[in-house]
């Protein structure tokens, strides 16, 4: 067989290609539907994609098993004093030719297909099954990397063993974007890798900067690389502004008004830059609300497990602590029940929302509950599922919290939310019919200190917040 056998699956894969291209060009020796040729068509394609997905998805873990299995014969046919550094790059660069990469690509690709093969077989093994995508797969290889052998089993075996003891609840991992799994990857890996999260924290605060890229049509990028509560403190703050630039009289976009407003601070303008017609001035006091969700002994300084920083993602508990004490007018905590990690109480001294059930829809959610979105909760809109006109309740199973673009495109087509609860966000239901589901909130029960007894109320301080002391008061009763 060998070589021909090669030759001949690849002539009938691009054989069916071929067949599925006269398909979605209406060429087919049979209509999809007889009695609505169109609805047919139209479901056909969304098939069609679905299917190609999944192809896409085994053809890359048949790559990732050719260029390892390619490395390692290249390596056992290589002359023996050869470097190994020479041979890693010729291997690298051997690969990126046949898949016309870059030397940068195709190392990165060579790397991450190791990375599968070696350390990563559950997520090796879905990649092949067509259930992820490859970029699920470099997310995988991503947030384990620096992890131990035992570690990158665990997250792995969380996302993609349903058996596993606390496997992840919600959406499976393949149903959601790359970057969404990414986000919900990278919060397990910090809140269980084996090294403190302020301690990388330290290391990585010491590499801020600001870099300047050059770009087409006389633009250029201008990034900096902060710790996390300036970048998303400052993010929140161009938003604000942005929004109540916005009115009938304003002609930029969300986007233009960032930018235009970044430039300004930047540069110490007074003036916006853009070319709109709204006002150029916004008034300094508006700040951006910002949830920062942490586990209560982490707060006191006990345990030093990540708290969760709306918009972003888990963070040192020093930073949280800072945020909760320095910046109560626009950074708002959230306390999390010790036995589970759900949501318990939001400080409310100065929460302009005051709503104890909008403040709960937003702990159950997390952002915007459209698969895929990542606009978080505080920009969002309260929505009722079933319309107050047609009978639907204001309980917060009837709820959800879409961004504003997807709660236009909730009434402006046929998109339609499916039932919430108390505890889960609602799926969505697509014009065709086809149902796809919400991510779900990755909550998890702090870590005890050691030697605390559940219900010890001698471990709190005096001076207690009224988070702490309802905290205090739930142990009381829950001990």
Known sequence: MGKA????????????????????DGAGSLPFSVTDPLAGLADGCLDILAGAREVESGIAGLKV???VRYAETAHALAPPDTPVVALEMAVAAEIGCVLALGPRAAGSFLATSHALTVGLPRTLEALRAGSLSWQHAVAMADETA???????AALEAHFLDPDAPDAVRGCPVGQMPAHRFKAK????????????IEKRHARSVLDRRVDFRPDQDGMAWLS?????????????????????????????????????????SVLGSSNSTGSGTGPAGVPSPIRAQVLVTVPVFALMGVTDEPAV??????IPPSMAQR??????????????????????????TSYRITKAMRAWLRMRDGKCPFPGCSNNSLDNDADHILAWANGGTTGISNLGQPCPKHHRLRHTTGWKPTPAGKNEPPGWTSPTGRHYKSEHQDWEPPHWPEGLRLGSVDFFRHGKSPGEDALERYLRVHA
Do not use: C
């Not at 945020?323 to 109480?345: Q, T, W």
């Open 65 to 67: 098993k050719a260029a």
């Open 323 to 348: 945020l909760v004490a320095d910046g109560a007018d626009s950074f708002h905590r959230v306390l999390v029940d010790p036995r589970d990690g759900a949501p318990l109480e939001i400080g409310r």
């Open 309 to 314: 920083l709306d918009g972003y993602g888990p």
């Open 185 to 196: 990857a990278r919060l397990w890996r910090e809140r269980h890798h084996a090294e403190s």
């Open 5 to 24: 056998a090669v030759v001949k699956a690849l002539e009938d894969i691009r054989a069916a290609v071929g067949v599925l291209n006269a398909e979605v």
């Open 146 to 152: 620096g992890l131990d052998a035992a570690g990158a």
């Open 224 to 264: 900096a690389y902060l710790p996390a509560e300036q970048a998303v403190a400052g993010w929140n703050r161009l938003t604000a502004v942005a929004r109540g630039m916005q009115g009938p009289h304003e002609s930029r976009s969300m986007p233009q008004l960032r930018a235009d407003n970044f430039a300004d």
